[in-house]
């Protein structure tokens, strides 16, 4: 029950952002942040291009966020566990060329969450 609330967060930045002008679409940007490549994600089920690409960016850096980041129910879950995540579901979940360049940056360019 928690998490369907939880889940409502992506609908309401959608509600605050909508009737602002943007250079981008921001609100939809918002909005579509947790859907997943697949269509498994929240809150449309969209899949692959259907996502607009700023929110399948948007999508990887959350994970990321999430994941490195202490939350009150759990303490971070490390750069490892991050990476893993974002290699395992490649392609199904995330964009491959955006979870390429996420990669990219921690191992090639040696980026340190915090640095």
Known sequence: MEFEIIKT???RGYDILKDIEFEWPLA???LQHHERMDGSGYPN???GENILIESRILAVADVVEAM???RPYRPALGIDMVLEEVTKNRGSLYDPEVADACLKIFYEKD???GA
């Open 9 to 11: 967060h992506s609908l």
């Open 28 to 30: 939809q940007i918002v």
């Open 111 to 113: 980026y340190k969450i």
């Open 68 to 70: 490195a980041s202490h």
């Open 45 to 47: 089920g969209l899949i």
